[in-house]
Protein backbone atom coordinates (compact mmCIF):
# COMPACT_ATOMS: atom_id res chain seq x y z
CA UNK A 1 0.00 0.00 0.00
CA UNK A 2 1.74 3.13 -0.91
CA UNK A 3 1.97 5.88 1.61
CA UNK A 4 0.79 9.32 1.55
CA UNK A 5 3.17 12.11 2.19
CA UNK A 6 1.72 15.43 3.99
CA UNK A 7 3.20 18.51 2.63
CA UNK A 8 3.30 21.32 4.95
CA UNK A 9 4.83 24.54 4.49
CA UNK A 10 7.16 26.32 6.67
CA UNK A 11 4.94 28.65 8.60
CA UNK A 12 2.74 25.67 9.50
CA UNK A 13 5.44 23.71 11.16
CA UNK A 14 5.48 23.46 14.77
CA UNK A 15 7.95 25.86 16.98
CA UNK A 16 10.58 24.96 19.46
CA UNK A 17 8.78 25.46 22.58
CA UNK A 18 10.89 27.93 25.06
CA UNK A 19 12.27 27.68 28.34
CA UNK A 20 10.58 30.45 30.01
CA UNK A 21 12.01 29.29 33.62
CA UNK A 22 15.48 28.98 32.68
CA UNK A 23 15.45 32.21 31.21
CA UNK A 24 13.15 33.82 33.94
CA UNK A 25 15.98 32.36 36.37
CA UNK A 26 19.22 33.83 34.27
CA UNK A 27 17.70 37.27 34.58
CA UNK A 28 16.68 36.90 38.40
CA UNK A 29 20.07 35.40 39.12
CA UNK A 30 22.81 37.69 41.04
CA UNK A 31 26.80 37.79 39.92
CA UNK A 32 28.60 33.91 39.75
CA UNK A 33 29.05 32.41 42.89
CA UNK A 34 26.67 34.68 44.84
CA UNK A 35 30.33 37.55 44.87
CA UNK A 36 30.67 40.65 44.26
CA UNK A 37 32.16 41.52 40.84
CA UNK A 38 36.01 41.78 40.91
CA UNK A 39 37.92 45.24 41.01
CA UNK A 40 38.27 46.42 37.15
CA UNK A 41 36.28 45.67 34.14
CA UNK A 42 34.11 42.48 34.09
CA UNK A 43 33.88 41.49 30.58
CA UNK A 44 30.23 40.74 29.11
CA UNK A 45 28.95 37.67 27.58
CA UNK A 46 27.37 39.03 24.32
CA UNK A 47 30.23 41.55 23.19
CA UNK A 48 32.93 41.16 25.60
CA UNK A 49 33.17 44.72 26.63
CA UNK A 50 34.56 46.21 29.63
CA UNK A 51 31.67 47.28 32.02
CA UNK A 52 33.18 50.27 34.16
CA UNK A 53 33.55 50.17 37.91
CA UNK A 54 31.11 51.89 40.33
CA UNK A 55 34.04 53.90 41.62
CA UNK A 56 34.96 54.86 37.77
CA UNK A 57 31.65 56.42 37.71
CA UNK A 58 31.39 60.23 38.75
CA UNK A 59 29.85 61.26 42.28
CA UNK A 60 26.60 62.86 41.89
CA UNK A 61 26.85 66.10 43.34
CA UNK A 62 23.83 66.82 46.09
CA UNK A 63 21.27 69.68 45.74
CA UNK A 64 21.43 72.62 46.97
CA UNK A 65 19.01 73.35 49.98
CA UNK A 66 16.74 76.18 49.80
CA UNK A 67 17.33 77.87 52.49
CA UNK A 68 14.43 79.77 54.03
CA UNK A 69 15.55 83.51 53.77
CA UNK A 70 15.76 84.86 57.81
CA UNK A 71 13.35 87.21 59.16
CA UNK A 72 15.62 90.41 60.30
CA UNK A 73 15.28 91.35 63.79
CA UNK A 74 12.99 94.24 64.63
CA UNK A 75 14.89 97.53 64.85
CA UNK A 76 14.42 99.48 67.72
CA UNK A 77 13.92 103.00 67.00
CA UNK A 78 16.27 105.20 68.12
CA UNK A 79 15.79 108.82 69.93
CA UNK A 80 18.04 111.07 71.83
CA UNK A 81 17.51 112.60 74.75
CA UNK A 82 18.77 115.38 76.90
CA UNK A 83 19.24 116.46 80.70
CA UNK A 84 20.85 118.78 82.84
CA UNK A 85 21.85 118.54 86.47
CA UNK A 86 23.72 120.11 88.86
CA UNK A 87 26.29 119.53 91.98
CA UNK A 88 25.30 121.87 94.91
CA UNK A 89 27.62 122.94 97.25
CA UNK A 90 27.17 124.28 100.22
CA UNK A 91 29.70 126.13 102.50
CA UNK A 92 32.09 126.37 98.94
CA UNK A 93 33.54 129.41 100.23
CA UNK A 94 34.93 128.04 103.29
CA UNK A 95 37.23 125.16 103.99
CA UNK A 96 36.80 122.09 101.80
CA UNK A 97 36.78 120.42 105.01
CA UNK A 98 33.43 121.85 106.10
CA UNK A 99 31.72 121.49 102.24
CA UNK A 100 28.72 119.13 101.56
CA UNK A 101 27.42 118.56 98.38
CA UNK A 102 23.49 117.46 97.78
CA UNK A 103 22.65 114.11 96.55
CA UNK A 104 20.01 111.89 95.76
CA UNK A 105 19.37 107.90 96.05
CA UNK A 106 17.55 105.68 94.05
CA UNK A 107 16.45 101.86 94.91
CA UNK A 108 17.52 99.85 92.34
CA UNK A 109 15.98 96.21 91.48
CA UNK A 110 18.39 94.38 93.75
CA UNK A 111 17.15 97.00 96.46
CA UNK A 112 20.57 98.79 96.98
CA UNK A 113 20.70 102.61 97.14
CA UNK A 114 22.43 103.86 94.32
CA UNK A 115 23.56 107.62 95.49
CA UNK A 116 23.82 110.48 92.30
CA UNK A 117 23.53 113.60 91.10
CA UNK A 118 20.09 115.19 90.68
CA UNK A 119 19.14 115.60 87.16
CA UNK A 120 16.45 116.09 85.12
CA UNK A 121 15.20 116.56 81.15
CA UNK A 122 15.83 119.90 79.20
CA UNK A 123 12.33 120.72 78.47
CA UNK A 124 10.44 122.86 75.98
CA UNK A 125 12.18 126.59 76.21
CA UNK A 126 14.51 125.85 78.74
CA UNK A 127 18.29 125.96 78.66
CA UNK A 128 20.53 123.67 80.15
CA UNK A 129 21.20 125.78 82.84
CA UNK A 130 17.90 126.60 84.04
CA UNK A 131 17.12 122.95 83.67
CA UNK A 132 19.84 122.24 86.20
CA UNK A 133 18.63 125.12 88.57
CA UNK A 134 14.91 123.69 88.26
CA UNK A 135 15.36 120.08 88.80
CA UNK A 136 17.63 120.42 91.29
CA UNK A 137 14.76 121.85 93.77
CA UNK A 138 12.32 119.37 92.09
CA UNK A 139 14.18 116.78 93.29
CA UNK A 140 16.27 117.86 96.30
CA UNK A 141 13.96 120.44 97.43
CA UNK A 142 17.26 123.43 97.69
CA UNK A 143 17.73 126.60 95.28
CA UNK A 144 21.14 126.66 93.49
CA UNK A 145 22.94 129.18 91.57
CA UNK A 146 25.13 127.96 88.81
CA UNK A 147 29.09 128.63 88.90
CA UNK A 148 30.71 126.65 86.22
CA UNK A 149 30.61 123.69 83.64
CA UNK A 150 31.25 120.44 85.00
CA UNK A 151 31.16 118.24 81.70
CA UNK A 152 28.63 116.06 80.22
CA UNK A 153 27.83 112.56 80.24
CA UNK A 154 26.00 110.21 77.38
CA UNK A 155 25.03 106.25 77.40
CA UNK A 156 22.94 104.05 75.90
CA UNK A 157 19.78 102.34 77.50
CA UNK A 158 16.79 100.39 76.32
CA UNK A 159 13.22 101.27 77.36
CA UNK A 160 9.54 100.48 76.23
CA UNK A 161 10.69 99.27 73.05
CA UNK A 162 13.37 102.10 72.36
CA UNK A 163 16.94 102.66 71.68
CA UNK A 164 17.56 106.07 74.35
CA UNK A 165 20.98 108.09 73.87
CA UNK A 166 20.73 110.31 76.63
CA UNK A 167 23.07 113.07 77.41
CA UNK A 168 23.71 115.05 80.32
CA UNK A 169 25.44 118.31 80.94
CA UNK A 170 26.30 119.01 84.80
CA UNK A 171 27.11 122.34 86.82
CA UNK A 172 28.90 123.16 89.69
CA UNK A 173 26.77 125.23 91.98
CA UNK A 174 26.47 127.28 95.07
CA UNK A 175 23.69 126.44 97.59
CA UNK A 176 21.29 129.59 98.05
CA UNK A 177 18.48 128.27 100.20
CA UNK A 178 15.74 125.90 101.10
CA UNK A 179 15.91 122.58 102.94
CA UNK A 180 16.46 119.03 101.84
CA UNK A 181 13.15 117.51 100.52
CA UNK A 182 12.59 113.89 99.25
CA UNK A 183 9.29 114.91 97.38
CA UNK A 184 9.86 113.63 94.16
CA UNK A 185 8.35 110.31 93.85
CA UNK A 186 11.39 108.80 91.65
CA UNK A 187 13.78 109.34 94.94
CA UNK A 188 13.92 107.60 97.50
CA UNK A 189 16.27 109.54 99.47
CA UNK A 190 18.27 112.84 99.39
CA UNK A 191 21.30 113.56 101.77
CA UNK A 192 24.22 116.17 102.43
CA UNK A 193 27.26 114.23 101.74
CA UNK A 194 30.96 115.40 102.97
CA UNK A 195 32.54 116.28 99.65
CA UNK A 196 35.32 114.03 100.31
CA UNK A 197 33.15 111.02 100.84
CA UNK A 198 31.50 111.33 96.98
CA UNK A 199 34.35 109.47 95.74
CA UNK A 200 33.46 106.50 98.07
CA UNK A 201 29.22 107.45 97.83
CA UNK A 202 28.61 107.88 93.98
CA UNK A 203 27.56 105.19 92.40
CA UNK A 204 28.96 105.49 88.74
CA UNK A 205 32.05 106.37 87.08
CA UNK A 206 31.19 109.44 85.60
CA UNK A 207 30.09 111.33 88.03
CA UNK A 208 32.98 110.16 90.21
CA UNK A 209 35.15 111.94 87.73
CA UNK A 210 33.04 115.11 87.94
CA UNK A 211 33.18 115.38 91.26
CA UNK A 212 37.08 115.45 90.80
CA UNK A 213 37.04 118.03 88.46
CA UNK A 214 34.81 120.25 91.04
CA UNK A 215 37.19 119.50 93.77
CA UNK A 216 39.45 121.38 91.28
CA UNK A 217 37.34 123.91 90.22
CA UNK A 218 36.45 124.84 94.15
CA UNK A 219 40.68 125.26 94.24
CA UNK A 220 40.50 127.78 91.94
CA UNK A 221 37.90 130.11 93.08
CA UNK A 222 39.40 129.62 96.66
CA UNK A 223 42.96 131.02 94.95
CA UNK A 224 41.46 133.73 92.34
CA UNK A 225 37.92 134.21 92.99
CA UNK A 226 34.82 133.76 90.52
CA UNK A 227 37.45 135.07 87.54
CA UNK A 228 38.76 132.46 87.47
CA UNK A 229 35.96 129.86 86.54
CA UNK A 230 35.99 129.26 82.99
CA UNK A 231 33.11 130.48 81.40
CA UNK A 232 29.91 128.90 80.97
CA UNK A 233 29.34 127.36 77.23
CA UNK A 234 26.96 128.89 75.47
CA UNK A 235 23.64 127.12 75.43
CA UNK A 236 19.90 128.42 73.45
CA UNK A 237 16.42 127.33 74.41
CA UNK A 238 15.24 124.22 73.27
CA UNK A 239 13.31 124.25 70.40
CA UNK A 240 11.38 121.46 70.57
CA UNK A 241 9.69 118.97 72.94
CA UNK A 242 11.92 115.50 73.29
CA UNK A 243 10.20 112.08 74.07
CA UNK A 244 10.97 111.46 77.61
CA UNK A 245 11.62 107.86 78.94
CA UNK A 246 9.95 107.61 81.86
CA UNK A 247 6.99 110.61 83.14
CA UNK A 248 7.91 112.06 86.90
CA UNK A 249 4.97 111.70 89.29
CA UNK A 250 4.58 113.90 92.55
CA UNK A 251 2.85 113.47 95.87
CA UNK A 252 2.28 117.02 96.87
CA UNK A 253 -0.49 115.77 99.02
CA UNK A 254 1.89 113.65 101.27
CA UNK A 255 3.66 115.12 104.08
CA UNK A 256 7.09 115.07 103.46
CA UNK A 257 10.44 114.87 105.91
CA UNK A 258 12.50 117.31 105.22
CA UNK A 259 15.84 117.48 106.98
CA UNK A 260 17.35 120.29 108.38
CA UNK A 261 20.30 122.35 106.09
CA UNK A 262 23.69 121.60 106.77
CA UNK A 263 25.92 118.65 107.14
CA UNK A 264 23.34 115.73 108.76
CA UNK A 265 23.99 112.27 109.03
CA UNK A 266 24.38 110.34 106.25
CA UNK A 267 22.19 107.26 104.98
Not at 52 to 60: E, I
Not at 104 to 129: C, V
Request: some cysteine; hydrophobic content about 30%.
Amino acid sequence: MAATIAWVSDGEQAKPRRRRGRRRGRRAAGPPDGGAPQSGATPNAHNNAAVPNASDQPTPRPKPQKTRPRRPPDRLRTVHETSAGGLVIDGIDGPKDNQVAALIGRTDRRGRMLWSLPKGHIELGETAEQTAIREVAEETGIQGAVLAALGSIDYWFVTEGRRVHKTVHHYLMRFLDGELSDEDLEVSEVAWVPLKELPSRLAYADERRLAEVAGELIDKLHADGPAALPPLPRTSPRRRAQTHSHTRNRRPDEKTTRRTNGCGQGP
